[in-house]
C-alpha cells in the first residue's frame, strides 16, 4: 500500500480530513500489484495524472441547484490549468444518483481544483442540501488515449 502513504495522498487525505468529507479508500487491484499506483522512479508522485470518479447522493429536492452549481463549477473548471475531462451524469434508473469523472494532468493540478473557489462554492450546495458523496481516485489501465 506504499501509493496511499506517498506525501501526495497523504496531503490530499490530510485535507479532506480538514474539511470533514467523508472518503472510502478501496485498493482495486491485487496487493502484489499496487506498486502499480505509484509514479515511475524518476517522477514525481505530484506529477502523476489523476483521474477522478465522484459520486454525488442528492435529493430529488436538491437536484436543479445541485446541477446549476455544478455547471458553475464546471465552468470555472474549464479554465484550469492541467484540466482536460469535468463532466457530469445523471443515473437513468434512480431518482438520486449522479456521477461525475474529471481528469488532470497531475495530483497538483487536481488539489489545485479541489482548493479553488468554485469547488468551494460546489460544496457549500453540497452542505446546505445534505448531499452525500463519494471520491474515488482512479488509476489507469491499459494504453489507450485519454
Known amino acids: 500500500m506504499d501509493h496511499y502513504e506517498s506525501k501526495a495522498v497523504e496531503k490530499f487525505i490530510d485535507q479532506l480530513n480538514e474539511m ?57 473548471t474549464e479554465d484550469e490549468e492541467g484540466a482536460h475531462i469535468y463532466s457530469l451524469r445523471k443515473v437513468f434508473n434512480n431518482n438520486y444518483a449522479y456521477y461525475a469523472y474529471g481528469t488532470w494532468d497531475s495530483m497538483k493540478d487536481y488539489r489545485e481544483h479541489f482548493e479553488s473557489d468554485h469547488v468551494h462554492e460546489l460544496h457549500k450546495t453540497l452542505d446546505k442540501h445534505g448531499v452525500v458523496w463519494h471520491l474515488s481516485p482512479l488509476r489507469k489501465i491499459g494504453h489507450q488515449p485519454e
Open 20 to 76: 470533514d468529507i467523508p472518503y472510502t479508500i478501496v485498493p482495486l487491484v491485487k496487493p502484489e500489484d499496487v506498486s502499480e499506483l505509484t509514479p515511475d522512479e524518476d517522477q514525481e508522485s505530484e506529477d502523476q495524472q489523476a483521474h477522478v470518479l465522484i459520486h454525488y447522493m442528492v435529493p430529488p429536492s436538491a437536484q436543479e441547484e445541485f446541477e446549476k452549481a455544478w455547471d458553475k463549477a464546471e465552468e470555472g
